[in-house]
């Protein structure tokens, strides 16, 4: 888990006599674990994590729906989940950092959605998978070049 | 013969029944209001800064054109009267003078309005504040001169919301959700958290903020009071929500929310939390942005097949979107002028390239306004003349905006990167 | 501009006088029936004539106020300043008050184009002008009629 960092800023000493503000920290505790809408990831072998790991899916530009290559990287996890029934899964949307924040966000969600209905078309009950949706904020690679997007343009498997 | 006369009375006059004679200008080229400002006297120090903070202001507006300090004349008084000549030769609109009155619990400024042609005095005003205030007392006094000038009120006594990014050494990202001053002065950190804050949007009375924020993991919009700092989640839901945005009347938050896998948008009450659904189909519908009465709502759907602007009327029973862009694949985040004359949004032109547009009402192509590469997140001033976005220089993200009347500027962050600009509305 | 010229009709018998006959009696009706039309001929051909010189006025004073009021607009164009990235097809309408000096003492908003920057660009050309030097070699006359008030229409399309 990420530590939060205690800020110094030179410039927030005075405080404005018309235009008071408070500022708020986000500390440790604050941040809740990760279950969702009342499913709870279940932790996972390093087997398991492995496999996970080499199942990422990529996406074209502007695009949600998977590639031949995605369908063959999904496979090994549809078969993981069909001999382990009780894996559930955190399937995590992403966007490469062109076009607008929420937009992103709302296709990186369609991207884990793409995911997740193969997944379930491929018997593997829905509410094993959780979707959900980072878009542009947490880009695998930096830089503003092809490479680095078409790399961030992913569906993350957990 | 009377017949004749008349005719020709008509041919000048084809609107005016009075015969006045009817001229019609075509065409004309630009140039901002030139005024002068003089140093305000009675505290030498505040004074100096009073001018600086006043000069930026103005300029930054683009309609003003200040006169260089070097090149001010003496301000010479006969009679009672200003001496209007020397400014008129030097092609001088309007000059402005003023006086610092320093107290130990009161800091005010008197200033006067000098119309050079009309050769009068326009306007008397007096800003009271207290000692520590310069800026702000700078920025009033600014705004009643942009005002008095153009009959348009100042944005200069408003505040901008924005994000703001550090990377450690290890590329670790920490995230502050900062207020500022419209020049970017007087930076406040509202929340410091070591996970994404997005979409900060102000409440219309400017005590509010709402954001979304990745700190439990996953995308949910919280509302913060500004002063308190109190703050609390907008639904107990555990699914993910973001995009928000205030109703002009404080009462509604329009969101998105992704309850069927798909991002929809939802308008919440307030007062009770009750939640209405206004899109419902396939593609994904997100950044909603209420029109100045409250009446409308434009977002941005993949619907037809690639993100474009549409307009819900919300006075309709079961209002059916309408699509507002046509030109280009790309077209997002809009928001209206105050004046609901047209729309500010993202463009995405054939290059490939993301721009800040502006699409008039009235008319059926857009203007591009901006020219770096991947400008985005456009928020427009509360008098509709700038409008504040975020860009990308080499590898930083940083803060820019421009007048409709062609001034630029640049805010770029004192510590890491800074984006996702809010602008806030009249605040007095 | 050319003088029009009617031809006029000539009188030509009206002075004679001959011994009073039936015959001349007849032949002096006669005569002075075409006297009399004669003479109405005359007098309508006067007629038109006055009016052929009023038309010629006429004609003469609309390109008089058209060249004042070209100098008029060119001045304001000179000095107009169109805001940029305002909509097409605003229309901006003013009154002006102007003294026989040239001088101007009045701008009134008549018809808002409806965007503020384009009103106040307007106002601003007309300030800035402040006076047509040129005014002075206005006839009086002329000036009372057409340009003591004038309106102003800011069109750019």
Known sequence: ?158 | MKKNLSLAVLLLVPIFSYGELFLEITKGSEDPYKVAITPFTGNLKASKQLNNIMRNDLIRTGEFEILDEELLLPVKIVNDELVYSDWKLMGIDYLVTGVIINSNNSLDINYEIYDIHKKKKVRTSKVFGIPNQIRQLAHYTSDGIYESITGIKGIAATRLLYVNEIKDSQLNSSYKLMLADSDGANEKILLSSSEPIISPSWSPDGQRVAYVSFETGIAKVFIQDISSGKREAVLSKDSQISSPSWSPDGKYLSLTLYQDGNAEIYILRLRDRTLTRMTNQFAIDTESSWSPKGNKILFTSGRSGSPQIYELDLRKLNPKAKRISFEGTYNAKASYLPNEEGIIFVHRSSDGLFHIALKYKKENFIRILTEAKMDESPSVAPNGNMVIYGIKEGDLSMLAGFSLSGARFKLPASNGEVREPAWSNFLR | MQKKQTPVSKNTDATNTKLVTADTVYSKVKNEIQIEQNSSLFQSSIADLLLEESEIKTNDEQQEISFYAQKIISMIEDAWMKPRNIPEGLVANLRLKIRSSGRITGVELLKSSGNIRFDNSALQAVRRVESFNFFNSIPKNLYDREFKIIAISFNPS
Request: aromatic share 6%; glycine share 6%.
């Open chain 1, 1 to 158: 888990m990420k530590k939060s960092i205690n800020p110094t800023f030179p410039l927030l000493i005075t405080i404005l006599f018309f235009s008071a503000c408070s500022s708020v920290q986000i500390t440790e505790e604050a941040v809740a674990d990760q279950s969702v809408a009342g499913v709870s990831i279940t932790p996972k072998s390093t087997a398991t994590q492995a496999v996970l790991a080499n199942a990422v899916v990529y996406f074209d530009y502007d695009q949600s729906n998977l590639t031949a290559k995605s369908i063959q990287a999904l496979k090994g996890v549809s078969e993981l989940m069909n001999r382990n029934s009780k894996i559930s899964l955190s399937i995590e949307g992403h966007a490469d950092e062109r076009g607008t924040r929420e937009y992103n966000l709302a296709l990186g969600q369609r991207r884990a959605e793409s995911v997740a209905n193969y997944l379930v078309a491929n018997g593997i009950n829905r509410n094993r998978l959780i979707t959900k949706s980072y878009g542009e904020e947490r880009p695998l690679s930096l830089g503003s070049n092809n490479t680095a997007w078409s790399k961030n343009r992913r569906v993350e498997i957990k």
